[in-house]
């Protein structure tokens, strides 16, 4: 195969893979707190032949490769919800959730409180605070949480005094880049990867989500160019094909 089907091969690969990273991004544009994904490709020379027997100097072949996908933390807008459970997370920080599989990490602050009292995700895994998970008691009305974290209430009749139920724990890390996503719009650190108590610029506004940071306009113009590149390079191999194809028969002809 010539080196032109396999430079159009290499980068249809890669075309593909973009796709699937913008599909994921428009289909969580309306997802709470969700970070979207960015591709990184860079290209591959191949080496040059290493014998001198060629007249000419070989030329070095330019390929595309995938190399990695990293997340995009930039923050969301808020939208006001005025639930007092909503929380939006302010800065380079997430809520730590408990998890059947351990602890994972979320930027999704829309909460809610299961039938045993606890503070749950939509999913309903118990948020994490400095001491546990944290559970409010069946009077308790009036919640507040402080942009530190801090959860307090009032207890049935008592309209004055306020009744601490723990602290919110916000959580950093100095290679957010390695994060891997998981379902459920959760993150979860690999080996060597540690969280950290969150810096003092970073907090909860309560009463707020954060809305997906994609760009709906931006995703969709991807989307179209993609394809439109895609579908270019698939006619180029077809028309490099063609190409070779008539050729062979031209040399296969037997002169009369």
């Known amino acids: 195969m010539e080196n032109m089907l396999l430079v159009g091969l290499s980068r249809q690969v890669s075309l593909e893979r973009q796709l699937g990273i913008v599909a994921n991004n428009v289909a969580n544009i309306n997802t709470t707190g969700f970070k979207a994904d960015q591709s990184l490709f860079e290209e591959y020379l191949s080496q040059s032949a290493s014998t001198d027997d060629f007249r000419d100097r070989d030329r070095k072949v330019s390929y595309v490769v995938d190399r990695a996908t990293w997340h995009d933390f930039a923050q969301g807008t808020y939208e006001k919800t005025g639930n007092p459970l909503d929380v939006a997370v302010e800065g380079n920080a997430f809520l730590a959730v408990q998890t059947p599989a351990g602890e994972r990490y979320t930027r999704n602050g829309a909460l809610q409180v299961n039938a045993q009292g606890q503070i749950v995700t939509a999913d309903g895994n118990p948020v994490l605070g400095s001491g546990g998970p944290i559970v409010l008691q069946p009077g308790d009305q009036s919640i507040s949480i402080a942009r530190d974290g801090t959860v307090t209430v009032r207890e049935g009749a008592n309209v004055k005094v306020e009744s601490l139920r723990g602290k919110l724990r916000l959580v950093s890390f100095d290679q957010v880049q390695r994060l891997q996503k998981e379902g459920s719009n959760l993150f979860s650190a690999p080996n060597g990867v540690t969280p ?43 028309q490099q094909n063609d190409i070779q194809k008539s050729a062979i028969e031209k040399l296969a002809e037997v002169p009369a």
């Open 196 to 238: 950290q108590a969150a810096a003092a610029t970073s907090g909860l506004r309560q009463g707020f989500i954060e809305k997906s940071n994609v760009s709906a306009v931006a995703e969709m113009s991807r989307m179209i160019e993609v394809m439109r590149t895609y579908t270019q390079i698939s006619a180029l191999l077809q």
